[in-house]
């Protein structure tokens, strides 16, 4: 319990810091695709580290499937402490995976300004999950969607090379 608190801290004062540290420039919009940048770049960089202790005991994954059911499982919950709620895909490269209760936005109130804002508390784990993929081989994009809080989705679409 201590632990997912001190994380939530952490993870709050990065963004605080990043923001903080860039947004008093000149040009607040570029500076804000500057910080998501940078922190989704920071969770890329955990994410691939993550994932090798998460699989070192783990046989081969068979498909991409079998894979993201492993980040819905295994990953989210040694970070989380819980499962993603939901995962679906079109069986096309496309999956959607759904926490109705994020950890890192329940501190988070729900006012409109808010969820606008969300993009921030969820750039890193877009990062995390990112990272994780491509050190498994798979290449992604990975966007989150917020529509109330503190429940977000993450769409991960596969890149086929």
């Known amino acids: 319990?201590?632990?997912d608190i001190l994380f939530e801290f952490l993870h709050m004062e990065m963004v605080s810091h990043i923001y903080t540290e860039h947004?008093?420039?000149?040009?607040?919009?570029?500076?804000?695709v500057t910080c998501v940048s940078v922190l989704e770049g920071m969770g890329?960089?955990?994410g691939?580290?993550?994932i090798e202790r998460f699989t070192k005991d783990c046989p081969t994954f068979k498909d991409d499937l079998d894979i993201m059911k492993f980040l819905c499982k295994d990953f989210?919950?040694?970070?989380?402490?819980?499962?993603i709620d939901n995962?679906?895909?079109?069986?096309?490269?496309t999956y959607v995976l759904q926490d109705n209760k994020f950890a890192l936005l329940t501190r988070v109130?729900?006012?409109t300004q808010q969820l606008e804002e969300s993009s921030k508390y969820l750039s890193y784990t877009c990062g995390l999950i990112r990272g994780a993929l491509s050190n498994l081989g798979v290449e992604t994009v990975v966007t989150a969607e917020v529509s109330s809080m503190p429940s977000c989705k993450f769409q991960v679409v596969v890149q086929k090379s």
């Open 1 to 3: 319990m201590a632990d």
């Open 23 to 32: 947004t008093t420039r000149e040009d607040i919009e570029r500076e804000r």
């Open 44 to 46: 890329f960089r955990v």
């Open 48 to 50: 691939q580290g993550l």
């Open 76 to 83: 989210w919950n040694g970070i989380f402490r819980k499962q």
């Open 87 to 93: 995962l679906r895909t079109n069986h096309q490269g």
């Open 109 to 111: 109130s729900g006012r």
